[in-house]
Protein backbone atom coordinates (compact mmCIF):
# COMPACT_ATOMS: atom_id res chain seq x y z
CA UNK A 1 0.00 0.00 0.00
CA UNK A 2 1.25 3.41 -0.96
CA UNK A 3 2.38 5.43 2.08
CA UNK A 4 1.84 9.06 2.30
CA UNK A 5 5.22 9.43 3.69
CA UNK A 6 8.11 6.57 4.29
CA UNK A 7 10.99 7.96 6.72
CA UNK A 8 13.89 5.91 6.24
CA UNK A 9 16.04 6.28 9.76
CA UNK A 10 14.32 5.56 13.20
CA UNK A 11 16.43 8.08 15.13
CA UNK A 12 15.72 11.22 16.96
CA UNK A 13 15.50 13.29 13.43
CA UNK A 14 13.35 10.54 12.02
CA UNK A 15 10.73 10.20 15.31
CA UNK A 16 10.65 13.71 15.66
CA UNK A 17 9.48 14.01 11.74
CA UNK A 18 7.26 11.32 11.64
CA UNK A 19 5.51 13.23 15.30
CA UNK A 20 4.99 16.61 13.65
CA UNK A 21 3.92 15.15 9.98
CA UNK A 22 1.47 12.79 11.92
CA UNK A 23 0.06 16.52 13.94
CA UNK A 24 -0.86 17.59 9.69
CA UNK A 25 -2.69 13.96 9.24
CA UNK A 26 0.13 12.43 7.20
CA UNK A 27 0.25 8.53 6.61
CA UNK A 28 3.91 7.89 7.69
CA UNK A 29 6.16 4.47 7.69
CA UNK A 30 9.46 4.52 9.22
CA UNK A 31 11.66 1.68 8.10
CA UNK A 32 14.91 1.12 10.48
CA UNK A 33 17.78 -1.39 9.50
CA UNK A 34 17.75 -2.03 13.55
CA UNK A 35 15.75 -2.51 16.54
CA UNK A 36 15.51 1.64 17.71
CA UNK A 37 16.67 0.73 21.01
CA UNK A 38 20.58 1.58 21.57
CA UNK A 39 21.90 3.79 18.27
CA UNK A 40 22.97 7.28 18.27
CA UNK A 41 19.60 8.60 19.22
CA UNK A 42 19.86 6.55 22.78
CA UNK A 43 23.46 6.43 23.97
CA UNK A 44 24.55 9.98 23.89
CA UNK A 45 24.83 12.53 26.85
CA UNK A 46 20.87 14.01 26.71
CA UNK A 47 22.59 17.69 26.74
CA UNK A 48 20.12 20.46 25.15
CA UNK A 49 23.13 22.51 24.93
CA UNK A 50 22.12 25.67 22.38
CA UNK A 51 23.05 28.45 23.88
CA UNK A 52 25.91 30.26 25.18
CA UNK A 53 27.96 27.36 23.60
CA UNK A 54 29.98 27.73 20.49
CA UNK A 55 30.08 25.62 18.14
CA UNK A 56 32.17 22.88 17.16
CA UNK A 57 33.91 24.17 14.23
CA UNK A 58 35.10 27.50 16.31
CA UNK A 59 37.72 29.96 16.43
CA UNK A 60 41.15 28.44 18.57
CA UNK A 61 39.21 25.01 18.64
CA UNK A 62 42.24 23.61 16.63
CA UNK A 63 45.23 25.14 18.69
CA UNK A 64 43.36 23.87 21.99
CA UNK A 65 42.98 20.47 20.67
CA UNK A 66 46.44 20.43 19.08
CA UNK A 67 47.94 21.18 23.01
CA UNK A 68 45.59 18.65 24.59
CA UNK A 69 46.91 16.05 22.29
CA UNK A 70 50.27 17.04 23.28
CA UNK A 71 49.42 16.52 27.10
CA UNK A 72 47.66 13.07 26.29
CA UNK A 73 44.05 14.74 27.32
CA UNK A 74 42.81 14.79 24.01
CA UNK A 75 39.41 14.04 22.77
CA UNK A 76 40.04 13.63 19.33
CA UNK A 77 41.81 10.97 17.42
CA UNK A 78 41.90 11.00 13.58
CA UNK A 79 42.67 7.30 11.95
CA UNK A 80 44.43 7.46 8.98
CA UNK A 81 41.87 6.75 6.14
CA UNK A 82 42.08 5.81 2.53
CA UNK A 83 38.85 7.81 2.49
CA UNK A 84 39.79 11.58 0.80
CA UNK A 85 36.23 13.05 1.83
CA UNK A 86 37.40 12.38 5.09
CA UNK A 87 40.60 15.19 4.14
CA UNK A 88 38.13 17.54 2.76
CA UNK A 89 35.98 17.56 5.27
CA UNK A 90 38.78 18.26 7.52
CA UNK A 91 40.20 21.07 5.30
CA UNK A 92 36.23 22.25 5.49
CA UNK A 93 36.19 21.83 9.03
CA UNK A 94 39.30 24.39 9.78
CA UNK A 95 37.86 26.87 6.83
CA UNK A 96 34.42 26.90 8.97
CA UNK A 97 36.48 27.33 12.16
CA UNK A 98 36.70 31.51 12.04
CA UNK A 99 34.56 34.55 13.73
CA UNK A 100 32.29 35.53 10.88
CA UNK A 101 30.46 32.22 11.16
CA UNK A 102 30.70 31.63 14.65
CA UNK A 103 27.89 34.82 15.21
CA UNK A 104 25.64 33.34 12.51
CA UNK A 105 25.30 29.99 13.81
CA UNK A 106 25.36 31.32 17.38
CA UNK A 107 22.22 32.73 16.97
CA UNK A 108 21.03 29.57 15.11
CA UNK A 109 21.48 27.91 17.41
CA UNK A 110 19.03 30.08 20.01
CA UNK A 111 16.82 30.00 17.91
CA UNK A 112 16.12 26.64 17.08
CA UNK A 113 17.41 25.52 20.50
CA UNK A 114 14.37 27.45 22.21
CA UNK A 115 11.83 25.97 19.48
CA UNK A 116 13.27 22.35 20.17
CA UNK A 117 12.70 22.87 24.33
CA UNK A 118 9.13 24.21 23.90
CA UNK A 119 8.87 21.39 21.98
CA UNK A 120 9.84 19.09 24.87
CA UNK A 121 7.58 20.83 27.28
CA UNK A 122 4.82 20.31 25.00
CA UNK A 123 5.52 16.82 24.60
CA UNK A 124 5.36 16.14 28.51
CA UNK A 125 2.67 18.27 29.20
CA UNK A 126 0.07 18.14 25.87
CA UNK A 127 0.83 14.59 24.77
CA UNK A 128 1.49 13.22 27.80
CA UNK A 129 4.88 11.02 27.46
CA UNK A 130 6.62 10.83 30.31
CA UNK A 131 10.84 11.51 30.13
CA UNK A 132 13.47 12.80 32.22
CA UNK A 133 13.60 16.15 31.27
CA UNK A 134 15.86 19.11 33.18
CA UNK A 135 15.43 23.04 32.38
CA UNK A 136 18.38 23.61 34.86
CA UNK A 137 21.29 24.80 33.03
CA UNK A 138 24.73 23.42 32.09
CA UNK A 139 27.79 23.83 34.16
CA UNK A 140 31.08 23.86 32.19
CA UNK A 141 33.63 23.59 34.36
CA UNK A 142 37.08 24.59 33.29
CA UNK A 143 40.35 22.75 34.50
CA UNK A 144 42.47 25.60 32.82
CA UNK A 145 43.07 29.28 34.23
CA UNK A 146 43.25 30.81 30.57
CA UNK A 147 39.57 29.49 29.22
CA UNK A 148 37.99 30.08 32.45
CA UNK A 149 39.08 34.00 32.25
CA UNK A 150 38.13 33.65 28.42
CA UNK A 151 34.62 32.52 29.42
CA UNK A 152 34.40 34.86 32.44
CA UNK A 153 34.86 37.71 30.16
CA UNK A 154 32.03 36.94 28.14
CA UNK A 155 29.36 35.95 30.62
CA UNK A 156 28.49 39.07 32.44
CA UNK A 157 24.78 38.81 31.79
CA UNK A 158 23.56 37.75 35.38
CA UNK A 159 20.43 36.43 33.56
CA UNK A 160 21.97 33.85 31.87
CA UNK A 161 25.49 33.26 33.56
CA UNK A 162 26.42 32.19 36.60
CA UNK A 163 30.26 32.49 37.63
CA UNK A 164 31.13 29.60 39.93
CA UNK A 165 34.54 29.80 42.21
CA UNK A 166 35.82 26.28 43.18
CA UNK A 167 33.55 25.74 45.78
CA UNK A 168 30.87 26.80 44.59
CA UNK A 169 31.18 24.26 41.76
CA UNK A 170 31.58 21.40 44.36
CA UNK A 171 27.98 22.44 45.44
CA UNK A 172 26.62 21.21 42.01
CA UNK A 173 29.36 18.28 41.49
CA UNK A 174 30.20 16.76 44.62
CA UNK A 175 32.45 14.24 43.04
CA UNK A 176 35.39 17.05 41.80
CA UNK A 177 38.53 17.52 43.89
CA UNK A 178 40.51 20.77 44.26
CA UNK A 179 42.25 20.52 40.83
CA UNK A 180 39.15 22.05 38.64
CA UNK A 181 39.54 25.99 38.24
CA UNK A 182 35.82 27.06 38.65
CA UNK A 183 32.66 26.94 36.73
CA UNK A 184 30.04 29.36 34.68
CA UNK A 185 26.62 27.71 34.53
CA UNK A 186 24.78 28.55 31.17
CA UNK A 187 21.82 29.04 32.46
CA UNK A 188 19.36 28.40 29.57
CA UNK A 189 20.11 24.50 28.79
CA UNK A 190 18.76 21.52 29.97
CA UNK A 191 19.48 17.78 29.71
CA UNK A 192 16.83 15.17 29.16
CA UNK A 193 17.10 11.43 29.26
CA UNK A 194 17.18 10.45 25.38
CA UNK A 195 16.90 6.89 26.08
CA UNK A 196 13.37 7.54 27.50
CA UNK A 197 12.57 10.10 25.09
CA UNK A 198 13.19 7.71 22.39
CA UNK A 199 10.90 5.12 23.69
CA UNK A 200 8.17 7.43 24.85
CA UNK A 201 8.22 8.78 21.44
CA UNK A 202 8.08 5.39 19.47
CA UNK A 203 5.53 4.14 21.90
CA UNK A 204 3.52 7.53 21.18
CA UNK A 205 4.26 7.01 17.19
CA UNK A 206 2.93 3.66 17.36
CA UNK A 207 -0.51 4.74 19.32
CA UNK A 208 -1.22 7.28 17.04
CA UNK A 209 -1.21 4.77 13.87
CA UNK A 210 2.81 5.21 12.74
CA UNK A 211 3.72 1.95 10.84
CA UNK A 212 7.35 0.84 11.74
CA UNK A 213 9.02 -2.01 10.02
CA UNK A 214 12.33 -2.47 12.10
CA UNK A 215 15.19 -4.95 11.09
CA UNK A 216 15.08 -4.08 7.47
CA UNK A 217 17.37 -1.74 5.71
CA UNK A 218 16.91 0.27 2.72
CA UNK A 219 19.23 -0.55 -0.13
CA UNK A 220 18.19 1.15 -2.85
CA UNK A 221 15.71 3.36 -4.74
CA UNK A 222 13.49 3.28 -7.74
CA UNK A 223 13.31 6.37 -9.89
CA UNK A 224 10.78 6.81 -12.57
CA UNK A 225 12.20 10.56 -14.19
CA UNK A 226 12.58 13.17 -11.45
CA UNK A 227 10.82 11.05 -8.60
CA UNK A 228 11.42 8.72 -6.45
CA UNK A 229 8.55 5.75 -6.91
CA UNK A 230 9.57 3.06 -4.10
CA UNK A 231 12.57 2.00 -1.89
CA UNK A 232 13.67 -1.58 -1.56
CA UNK A 233 14.97 -3.42 1.46
CA UNK A 234 16.71 -6.77 1.74
CA UNK A 235 12.87 -8.64 1.62
CA UNK A 236 10.93 -5.66 0.43
CA UNK A 237 9.94 -2.35 -1.31
CA UNK A 238 7.45 0.64 0.22
CA UNK A 239 6.00 3.06 -1.79
CA UNK A 240 5.18 6.51 -1.00
CA UNK A 241 4.07 10.44 -2.45
CA UNK A 242 7.37 11.53 -0.07
CA UNK A 243 10.77 10.00 1.19
CA UNK A 244 12.21 10.89 3.97
CA UNK A 245 16.33 10.34 4.35
CA UNK A 246 16.97 10.47 7.88
CA UNK A 247 19.60 7.88 8.09
CA UNK A 248 21.76 9.16 10.69
CA UNK A 249 25.84 8.57 10.13
CA UNK A 250 25.25 6.00 7.26
CA UNK A 251 25.81 7.65 4.18
CA UNK A 252 25.53 4.78 1.99
CA UNK A 253 22.23 6.13 0.50
CA UNK A 254 23.87 9.70 -0.62
CA UNK A 255 25.57 7.73 -3.12
CA UNK A 256 22.32 6.24 -5.05
CA UNK A 257 20.73 10.00 -4.95
CA UNK A 258 24.02 11.42 -6.46
CA UNK A 259 24.44 13.13 -3.53
CA UNK A 260 27.91 13.68 -2.15
CA UNK A 261 27.63 15.98 1.20
CA UNK A 262 30.19 16.62 2.87
CA UNK A 263 29.21 14.55 6.29
CA UNK A 264 31.65 12.25 8.79
CA UNK A 265 30.97 9.38 10.92
CA UNK A 266 32.43 10.71 14.06
CA UNK A 267 32.68 8.15 16.97
CA UNK A 268 32.16 8.62 20.50
CA UNK A 269 31.64 6.77 23.38
CA UNK A 270 29.40 6.78 26.87
CA UNK A 271 29.24 4.89 30.46
CA UNK A 272 26.24 4.77 32.42
CA UNK A 273 26.33 3.82 35.54
CA UNK A 274 25.09 3.98 39.39
CA UNK A 275 27.18 6.31 41.80
CA UNK A 276 26.36 7.23 45.71
CA UNK A 277 23.33 9.47 46.26
CA UNK A 278 25.40 12.19 47.91
CA UNK A 279 28.31 12.33 45.45
CA UNK A 280 25.65 12.66 41.72
CA UNK A 281 25.75 15.84 39.68
CA UNK A 282 23.44 18.30 40.69
CA UNK A 283 22.68 19.63 37.11
CA UNK A 284 24.58 18.62 33.25
CA UNK A 285 27.96 19.28 33.16
CA UNK A 286 30.48 19.73 30.18
CA UNK A 287 34.40 19.63 31.40
CA UNK A 288 35.23 22.23 28.65
CA UNK A 289 39.14 21.42 28.41
CA UNK A 290 38.30 18.09 28.49
CA UNK A 291 35.54 17.63 26.37
CA UNK A 292 33.79 15.27 29.15
CA UNK A 293 29.86 15.72 30.03
CA UNK A 294 28.53 14.26 32.48
CA UNK A 295 24.75 14.48 32.96
CA UNK A 296 22.69 12.93 36.11
CA UNK A 297 19.58 11.10 34.90
CA UNK A 298 16.54 9.63 37.34
CA UNK A 299 18.97 6.94 38.59
CA UNK A 300 22.27 6.81 36.89
CA UNK A 301 24.90 8.85 36.01
CA UNK A 302 26.15 9.14 32.07
CA UNK A 303 29.63 10.21 31.00
CA UNK A 304 30.12 11.03 27.19
CA UNK A 305 33.37 11.82 25.70
CA UNK A 306 35.98 11.31 22.34
CA UNK A 307 35.65 12.12 19.12
CA UNK A 308 37.06 9.71 16.61
CA UNK A 309 37.01 10.44 12.74
CA UNK A 310 37.87 7.82 10.31
CA UNK A 311 36.45 4.96 12.20
CA UNK A 312 34.13 3.27 10.70
CA UNK A 313 33.81 0.55 13.41
CA UNK A 314 31.79 0.46 16.51
CA UNK A 315 33.45 -1.49 18.70
CA UNK A 316 34.79 -0.44 22.00
CA UNK A 317 37.70 0.33 22.38
CA UNK A 318 38.70 -0.27 25.81
CA UNK A 319 41.54 1.88 25.28
CA UNK A 320 39.45 4.77 24.98
CA UNK A 321 37.65 3.74 27.35
CA UNK A 322 40.44 3.62 29.94
CA UNK A 323 41.26 7.42 28.30
CA UNK A 324 38.03 9.00 29.29
CA UNK A 325 38.16 7.57 33.04
CA UNK A 326 41.72 8.85 33.47
CA UNK A 327 41.16 12.38 32.15
CA UNK A 328 37.99 12.75 34.29
CA UNK A 329 39.81 11.28 37.60
CA UNK A 330 42.15 14.01 37.27
CA UNK A 331 39.50 16.05 38.68
CA UNK A 332 37.56 13.72 40.78
CA UNK A 333 37.89 12.17 44.15
CA UNK A 334 37.78 8.94 44.10
CA UNK A 335 34.21 7.06 43.41
CA UNK A 336 32.92 4.15 42.63
CA UNK A 337 30.98 3.80 39.12
CA UNK A 338 28.41 0.94 39.76
CA UNK A 339 26.86 -1.59 36.80
CA UNK A 340 28.83 0.48 34.31
CA UNK A 341 26.92 -0.31 30.69
CA UNK A 342 29.88 0.81 28.21
CA UNK A 343 28.25 2.83 24.66
CA UNK A 344 29.37 3.57 20.93
CA UNK A 345 27.60 5.64 18.25
CA UNK A 346 28.62 7.68 15.69
CA UNK A 347 27.72 11.28 15.37
CA UNK A 348 26.65 12.40 11.89
CA UNK A 349 28.71 15.38 11.73
CA UNK A 350 29.30 18.39 9.22
CA UNK A 351 31.90 20.06 9.24
CA UNK A 352 30.01 23.81 9.55
CA UNK A 353 27.63 22.54 12.19
CA UNK A 354 25.37 23.09 9.41
CA UNK A 355 22.19 20.46 9.15
CA UNK A 356 21.76 18.48 5.10
CA UNK A 357 18.31 19.78 5.16
CA UNK A 358 15.62 20.29 2.68
CA UNK A 359 14.22 19.01 -0.76
CA UNK A 360 16.79 16.71 -3.30
CA UNK A 361 18.25 19.19 -5.95
CA UNK A 362 17.17 16.46 -8.17
CA UNK A 363 14.72 14.34 -6.79
CA UNK A 364 11.59 16.04 -6.09
CA UNK A 365 9.70 13.59 -3.66
CA UNK A 366 13.23 13.05 -1.49
CA UNK A 367 13.84 15.28 1.39
CA UNK A 368 17.08 14.95 3.54
CA UNK A 369 17.19 15.48 7.72
CA UNK A 370 20.53 14.70 8.13
CA UNK A 371 23.69 15.91 10.00
CA UNK A 372 23.14 17.11 13.34
CA UNK A 373 26.31 16.06 14.74
CA UNK A 374 26.77 16.69 18.32
CA UNK A 375 23.34 18.15 18.50
CA UNK A 376 20.79 16.15 17.22
CA UNK A 377 19.01 15.55 21.01
CA UNK A 378 19.48 19.53 20.93
CA UNK A 379 17.34 20.31 17.95
CA UNK A 380 15.31 17.25 17.20
CA UNK A 381 11.87 19.05 17.32
CA UNK A 382 13.18 22.11 15.42
CA UNK A 383 14.07 19.77 12.97
CA UNK A 384 11.20 17.29 12.85
CA UNK A 385 9.04 21.02 12.59
CA UNK A 386 11.09 22.38 9.64
CA UNK A 387 10.72 18.93 7.66
CA UNK A 388 7.38 18.68 8.40
CA UNK A 389 6.60 22.48 7.31
CA UNK A 390 8.34 21.70 3.84
CA UNK A 391 6.76 18.64 2.73
CA UNK A 392 2.88 19.30 4.23
CA UNK A 393 3.12 23.36 2.86
CA UNK A 394 5.15 22.17 -0.18
CA UNK A 395 8.14 24.64 -0.05
CA UNK A 396 10.36 24.69 -2.48
CA UNK A 397 13.71 24.99 -0.47
CA UNK A 398 14.99 28.84 -1.04
CA UNK A 399 11.00 29.58 0.05
CA UNK A 400 11.99 28.50 3.57
CA UNK A 401 13.64 30.30 6.11
CA UNK A 402 14.70 27.82 7.74
CA UNK A 403 16.03 25.80 4.81
CA UNK A 404 18.11 29.39 4.07
CA UNK A 405 19.44 29.89 7.36
CA UNK A 406 20.13 26.86 8.87
CA UNK A 407 20.67 23.97 5.79
CA UNK A 408 24.04 23.30 4.53
CA UNK A 409 22.32 23.33 1.28
CA UNK A 410 22.83 27.34 1.40
CA UNK A 411 26.42 28.01 3.26
CA UNK A 412 29.34 29.79 1.58
C1 LIG B 1 28.94 10.21 22.44
C2 LIG B 1 27.84 11.08 21.90
C3 LIG B 1 27.31 12.09 22.70
C4 LIG B 1 26.32 12.93 22.21
N1 LIG B 1 25.76 13.86 23.02
C5 LIG B 1 24.76 14.66 22.57
C6 LIG B 1 24.15 15.62 23.43
O1 LIG B 1 24.47 15.72 24.59
N2 LIG B 1 23.18 16.42 22.91
C7 LIG B 1 22.79 16.34 21.60
O2 LIG B 1 21.95 17.13 21.17
N3 LIG B 1 23.33 15.40 20.77
C8 LIG B 1 24.31 14.58 21.23
N4 LIG B 1 24.88 13.64 20.40
C9 LIG B 1 24.47 13.63 18.98
C10 LIG B 1 23.16 12.89 18.76
O3 LIG B 1 23.21 11.64 19.38
C11 LIG B 1 22.95 12.75 17.26
O4 LIG B 1 23.03 14.02 16.64
C12 LIG B 1 21.57 12.16 16.94
O5 LIG B 1 21.36 10.97 17.64
C13 LIG B 1 21.45 11.91 15.44
O6 LIG B 1 20.16 11.46 15.21
P1 LIG B 1 19.75 10.86 13.80
O7 LIG B 1 18.33 10.53 13.88
O8 LIG B 1 20.24 11.77 12.73
O9 LIG B 1 20.66 9.55 13.67
P2 LIG B 1 20.56 8.15 14.42
O10 LIG B 1 20.12 8.28 15.80
O11 LIG B 1 21.85 7.46 14.13
O12 LIG B 1 19.39 7.43 13.63
C14 LIG B 1 19.53 6.99 12.31
C15 LIG B 1 18.72 5.71 12.16
O13 LIG B 1 18.71 5.34 10.81
C16 LIG B 1 18.84 3.95 10.71
N5 LIG B 1 19.36 3.68 9.36
C17 LIG B 1 20.54 4.10 8.84
N6 LIG B 1 20.65 3.72 7.57
C18 LIG B 1 19.49 3.06 7.26
C19 LIG B 1 19.01 2.42 6.09
N7 LIG B 1 19.71 2.41 4.96
N8 LIG B 1 17.81 1.80 6.16
C20 LIG B 1 17.07 1.81 7.30
N9 LIG B 1 17.50 2.39 8.43
C21 LIG B 1 18.68 3.02 8.40
C22 LIG B 1 19.78 3.58 11.84
O14 LIG B 1 19.61 2.23 12.23
C23 LIG B 1 19.34 4.56 12.94
O15 LIG B 1 18.37 4.00 13.79
C24 LIG B 1 25.86 12.77 20.86
C25 LIG B 1 26.37 11.74 20.08
C26 LIG B 1 27.35 10.89 20.57
C27 LIG B 1 27.87 9.78 19.71
Not at 45 to 59: E, I
Not at 66 to 94: N, Q, R
Not at 270 to 298: C, G, H, N
Not at 314 to 337: H, P
Amino acid sequence: MKKDIVIIGGGVVGLMSAYFLLKENQDILIIDKNEIKNGASFGNAGLLSAFAKNPLSSPGVILSTFKLMLKGESPVTLHPSLDIKLYYWLYAFMKNANYKRLNKTLALFEKNGEKAINSYKKMKTEDDMNFYFKEDGLLMVYTQEKSFQDKIKISSDKNLYTILNKSETKKYLPFINDNIIGSVLLKQNAHLDPSLLMSELKSYLLKKGVEFVLNEEVLDFKFKKNKITKVYTQKNFYKANTFILASGANDSLFKKTNNSFLMTKAKGYSLTFEMKEELKPKTSALFADLFIAVTPREKTVRITSKLELGSNDLKIVKKQIASIKNNLFLYTKDFEMKNIVEWSGFRPLCPDDMPILGFDKTYVNLVHANGLGWLGITFGPAIGEIISDLVCLHKENKKSDDILLFSQFYQV
